[in-house]
């Protein structure tokens, strides 16, 4: 089993404890070789252990996670986001394909995070995610976001404004993205129907989503179906039509 160098970065003394003994437990092949309470303290721990994996709690004194994030580019260390909040910044880090977990910390999630750590930490891409993330918190709202897309040999970053349509292949999902080739992501389709901004991206029928600016013509009919601009074609599913036309006005 690969050995993880890891430290914890939270404001909580007492979550600092809880989490290094959950982490002790359940993960046993990291190894915990600091912890600070702060982002500047947190700053020079990370400088001096060079670690492979951060557990960073989001809201410190002294400035936050992603205050530090920056301050460290180009990172070299994985990131798992420690938040006591449901939604903070929660699309943001799925965008990014960064992992986070709530507080309290669930023996699950926390097991999950690490393995995928571990993947990651093999594939040398941290730092575009990383990237990716603090650009997006950066542009906020109602802006073009980047998305990470995991693949098979890594990931690809877009613009959303540029996928045209999704469609679902088993428990993967084919992105079709205008003047590129499609790509094929190892994620399901649900998971995107999640993340992608509702203003743009409409679930027509259980296998495709598409992004309405792409749409070109609708047709009438029994079920009735979109012709995009590439000139695909899709079907409606009738319970879904409703929400497309809620779409356009």
Known sequence: MQTISA??????????????????????????????PDPLKGYDLIE???PDLVFLDIEMPYGNAFDLLDKLEPISFEVI?????????????KYAALDYIL?????????????????????????????SLLTNLKTGEGTTKR????????????????IMYVQA????????????PKLLVSKNLKEFEEILPPALFCRIHH????????????FKGRGGYVQMQDDTSFEISSRRKTDFFERFK
């Open 48 to 50: 001096e252990t060079e």
């Open 103 to 131: 507080k309290p910390v669930n023996i699950h999630e926390l097991k999950e995070a690490v393995e995928r750590a571990a993947k990651r930490l093999e594939e040398k891409d941290t730092n575009l995610r990383i990237n």
């Open 81 to 93: 986001f420690i938040t006591a909040f449901n939604n903070y910044a929660v699309k943001a880090f």
């Open 207 to 218: 296998a495709t989503i598409v992004n309405i600016n792409f749409v070109k013509k609708y």
């Open 169 to 180: 292949e088993g428990s993967y999902t084919f992105f079709y993205i205008k003047d590129r």
């Open 7 to 36: 430290v914890i970065i939270d404001d909580e003394a007492g979550n600092i404890v809880t989490l290094s003994e959950l982490i002790k437990q359940y993960c046993p092949n990291v190894i915990i070789k600091g912890t600070a």
């Open 147 to 162: 998305i990470a897309l995991p693949t098979a040999d890594g990931y690809h970053f877009e613009n959303v404004d540029n």
